[in-house]
Each structure stands twice: as structure tokens, then as C-alpha cells.
């Protein structure tokens, strides 16, 4: 091959990379899902964030605010991982900031992920930036779901936050979950109300469906950073490569898990052919 053609194919990849890096990392795109359900008795809108790390999109997170009010949304969960959970993270406080203003305007469900639980299981080692956290979480009115559930009673619906511990995130080799575990840390499922649970963590499924939850929304995987097409997600963040669970729709039995290919990212700022995203999911009334 001509040298010199084989330098110009290899200086267009090079800048259609970095072209993708920053179009994937500086927007964001809206997908959207219906599920139909007998279980609830009114249509809902519910609008799903998850794995924002801090990251801004405008002054404010107000491209995000936008978006979310295009939706008109009748409640708003996040499914973990918000902040980050680090020694010296930054920004947290301006997130919860967002978290607050949207929680002002819609029913705000918090949902924890990983890097919440930091904070809650592992106080001493980010005793600083964990103080910084909670006092700007009081400061805001916000409160985390900690293995608490809520109740939307007009809808019959209920919203489960669950709170694994660390070793169900441990990376390489997975450590699983049973719905008995589950029960113990949250209760029983309701059978009789449409229930949500919010689940970082997606590589638990087997768990959540036993557990008997209706949908689950999930994050974490940040849609595996680099899609290749017609595979899929290339790596998770427990450094599994090609990933069962990416992003997406996933069904088990009566259970669908929604997961997020998140809106942020941290530590390794790589996306490719996988646009961070805000969810906007219908339920409807059958």
C-alpha cells in the first residue's frame, strides 16, 4: 500500500476518534421504553438518570433540566451513582445542587449505586468528602434510598432503592446475589402493585427477577464504553469483557430490567458508538 495513503487512512481514524470522543462524552441522546402492565391503574412518565459522576452539561446541569421537561415527567429516579465516590471527588455538591432543583419540580426518587454506598459503608476512608456530602444532602432536603421503599398509592405502584454490599461488586469473577438476600435487606416483594426496584448494579438480574420485581432500572455499566457493532458493550466496570449486560432492555420471566448506558462518566472518559443517555420510560395502563 502507498505510504502515503496508508498515513491519510490512519490520520482519518485518528481524528474520527477523537471527533466520536467528544460528540459521545458533551452529549447526550433520550431513549425511550413502554411497558405495558394490568398492575397499574394510571399511565406514568418516569424519568431515569444514572451515572452522572459530577459531569455537567451546561451551566447548572440545565441542558439536562431541558430535556427532563420536555418529558413531563410524574416522577424522576436515579438510578445511582450521581456523585463520585472518591477521596478527592469534586463537584458534589454543585450535583446535589441539580438533584435538589429537580426534586423541587418532580417527585424525586434517589436511588444509591456503588459510589453512594462509599460513603455509607466505608466512612473512614472518605471521611472528608463523605462529611462534605451529607451536609450538602441535608442542605438540599434530599435523601437517599437506602434498602427503603416508597409508595406512588394513586398509581399502585411501588419504588424499591436496594443497597448491595461491596462484594456484589467485586471485579473479575462475580459474586451473586439470592432473592432471599434481597428479601432480608429490603422485604418481600409486593405482587399485587407494579414494583420498581432500583438496582445498580444490572449483573444481578437472576436475583432481582427470583426477588419478583416488576421493572428494574440499572446502571453501572456505562453501556461497556466502546460498542462494537453487532456485538456490543466491549467492558464492564468489573473489567468483565463483552459484558451479558450493556445497556439496554432485558427480560426474565415477569421481570424487565431497563438499563441505562448512564449519562456521565468518571476516571476513564471513553465512549464510542455509545452516546450517554437520559431514559424516559411510559408506563401504561392495560
Avoid at 474520527?16 to 460528540?23: D, K
Avoid at 463520585?84 to 429537580?102: I, M, P, Q, V
Avoid at 456503588?114 to 473512614?124: A, L, T
Wanted: with cysteine.
Amino acid at each position: 500500500m502507498n505510504w502515503y495513503l496508508a498515513a491519510g487512512i490512519l490520520l482519518l481514524a485518528a481524528v474520527t476518534v477523537v471527533w466520536m470522543l467528544h460528540r459521545e462524552n458533551r452529549r447526550f441522546k433520550v431513549t425511550e421504553y413502554t411497558i405495558e402492565t394490568g398492575k397499574i391503574t394510571k399511565n406514568i412518565t418516569v424519568a431515569v438518570l444514572a451515572d452522572l459522576h459530577n459531569y455537567k452539561y451546561g451551566t447548572d446541569n440545565e441542558e439536562l433540566m431541558r430535556e427532563i421537561r420536555k418529558m413531563r415527567p410524574d416522577v424522576v429516579i436515579s438510578a445511582g451513582d450521581m456523585i463520585e465516590g472518591a477521596e478527592n471527588a469534586k463537584g458534589t455538591g454543585e450535583t446535589l445542587r441539580f438533584l435538589s432543583r429537580l426534586s423541587k419540580e418532580f417527585p424525586f426518587y434517589y436511588g444509591m449505586g456503588n459510589h453512594e454506598r462509599k460513603f455509607v459503608q466505608e466512612p473512614d476512608k472518605y471521611q472528608k468528602v463523605r462529611e462534605e456530602f451529607f451536609n450538602a444532602l441535608e442542605e438540599t432536603g434530599l435523601s437517599m434510598m437506602d434498602n427503603e421503599t416508597c409508595e406512588i398509592p394513586d398509581a399502585n405502584i411501588k419504588i424499591t432503592g436496594l443497597n448491595l454490599e461491596k462484594k456484589y461488586f467485586r471485579k473479575v469473577k462475580l459474586y451473586p446475589a439470592s432473592a432471599a438476600h434481597i428479601d432480608r435487606l429490603v422485604g418481600k416483594s409486593d405482587r399485587d402493585r407494579f414494583h420498581i426496584l432500583i438496582a445498580h448494579n444490572p449483573d444481578q438480574m437472576e436475583a432481582y427477577a427470583g426477588w419478583g420485581a416488576d421493572l428494574v432500572l440499572s446502571g453501572h455499566v456505562h453501556g461497556g464504553m466502546i460498542v462494537i457493532p453487532g456485538i456490543g458493550g466491549l467492558i464492564s466496570p468489573q473489567l468483565t469483557l463483552f459484558p451479558k449486560y450493556d445497556g439496554g432492555e432485558y427480560r426474565m420471566g415477569n421481570t424487565t430490567m431497563i438499563l441505562s448506558r448512564g449519562i456521565g462518566n468518571h476516571t476513564v472518559h471513553v465512549r464510542i458508538f455509545n452516546r450517554a443517555e437520559l431514559l424516559c420510560i411510559h408506563l401504561k395502563k392495560i
